[in-house]
């Protein structure tokens, strides 16, 4: 078992920067991805970053691109997300994901953090 937790989230100006950080605990071992994915309401959860944990390989929807880098520490079994030049349209629940790639496929989810973006 995996238990994640977000921490970071909260009410900024456009154009502002939050730095979320997910920590995770429990059964830490193999191939496994970290990332975020976000809700806003009435809308599917979507793709924000993910990071491998061996190679560090990002990847980012084409939204976030330039804005957002993810990052990770390993020996902390942390990723952070480092959200620049916000926008409205990010609004949005953020939740962390860790998904063992190997040798067992396995998803886990945080209970999310909310982030508004507004003036």
């Known amino acids: 078992q995996v238990q994640l937790v977000e921490s970071g989230g909260g009410l900024v100006q456009p154009g502002g920067s939050l730095r979320l950080s997910c920590a995770a605990s429990g059964t830490i071992f193999g191939i496994y991805v970290m990332g975020w994915y976000r809700q806003a309401p009435g809308k599917q959860r979507e793709l924000v970053a993910t990071i491998i944990s061996s190679s560090a390989m990002t990847t980012y929807a084409d939204s976030v691109k330039g804005r957002f880098t993810i990052s990770r520490n390993n020996a902390k079994n942390a990723v952070y997300l480092q959200m620049n030049s916000l926008k409205p349209e990010d609004t949005a629940v953020y939740y962390c994901?860790?998904?063992?790639?190997?040798?067992?496929?396995?998803?886990?989810w945080g209970p999310g953090t909310q982030v508004t973006v507004s003036s």
């Open positions: 994901l860790f998904r063992r790639e190997w040798p067992r496929e396995d998803d886990y």
